[in-house]
Nanobody
Framework: QVQLVESGGGLVQAGGSLRISCAASGRTFSSYAMGWFRQAPGKQREFVAAVSRSGGSRYYGDSVKGRFTISRDNAKNTVYLQMNSLKPEDTAVYYC????????????????WGQGTQVTVSS
């Protein structure tokens, strides 16, 4: 089992940047691909980004491509999401999750989830 704890969320002005983190417990962190999802009030959970087990491959949802960067540090059991050029529509609770199915954008393929961290972008 993997436990995930997100941190680093907060309030930021439109156009600003924020980096959120997700720390994982367990010695099997490098066995999993990692992903970030987000959920805004009244909306379905949305895929944001994913990174392969080694960190050498990554892909993004269309709404964040070119603005967000996912990375991981296997020595620290941590995955990051660097968010630049933030927009009010990026406001959501951001969740990290693990999967053995790198390449999937479906939340049903992710096995363990963190509790989420709130990101609010003011206009």
């Amino acid at each position: 089992q993997v436990q995930l704890v997100e941190s680093g969320g907060g309030l930021v002005q439109a156009g600003g940047s924020l980096r959120i983190s997700c720390a994982a417990s367990g010695r099997t962190f490098s066995s999993y691909a990692m992903g970030w999802f987000r959920q805004a009030p009244g909306k379905q959970r949305e895929f944001v980004a994913a990174v392969s087990r080694s960190g050498g491959s990554r892909y993004y949802g269309d709404s964040v491509k070119g603005r967000f960067t996912i990375s991981r540090d296997n020595a620290k059991n941590t995955v990051y999401l660097q968010m630049n050029s933030l927009k009010p529509e990026d406001t959501a609770v951001y969740y990290c999750a693990v999967t053995l199915d790198y390449g999937s954008r479906s939340e049903t393929h992710y096995d363990y989830w963190g509790q989420g961290t709130q990101v609010t972008v003011s206009s």
